[in-house]
């Protein structure tokens, strides 16, 4: 239960700090994960990830929806 209280304002400052940054989500939450929560790698990596896939999913649709996604760029890229 104590961890609940510490994974919150975490999140909000590791949320904070990547975006103004620019870093990876990532390269934040897998050390807080690891030395703060004390979860195996294996558990604190996947997690990491999940954490990755909702942010940048979240983006892709806030870009999509304001029409800010170049389609004959994103083509290009992937053919």
């Given amino acids: ?6 994974t919150f304002p ?7 700090v990547s975006t103004l940054t ?4 990532g390269i934040l939450w897998a050390p807080f994960f ?4 004390k979860l195996t790698p294996h558990d604190a990596i996947v997690l990491s990830l999940i954490i990755q896939i909702f ?3 979240s983006g892709a649709i806030a870009n ?3 029409k800010k996604i170049d389609w004959h760029l ?6």
């Fill in 1 to 6: 239960m104590i961890s609940a209280w510490i």
């Fill in 34 to 37: 690891l030395l703060i929560l």
């Fill in 55 to 57: 942010g940048q999913g």
């Fill in 10 to 16: 975490a999140g909000i400052a590791i949320a904070t």
């Fill in 64 to 66: 999509y929806k304001l």
């Fill in 74 to 79: 994103v083509c290009y890229f992937c053919y």
């Fill in 22 to 25: 620019g870093i990876g989500g």
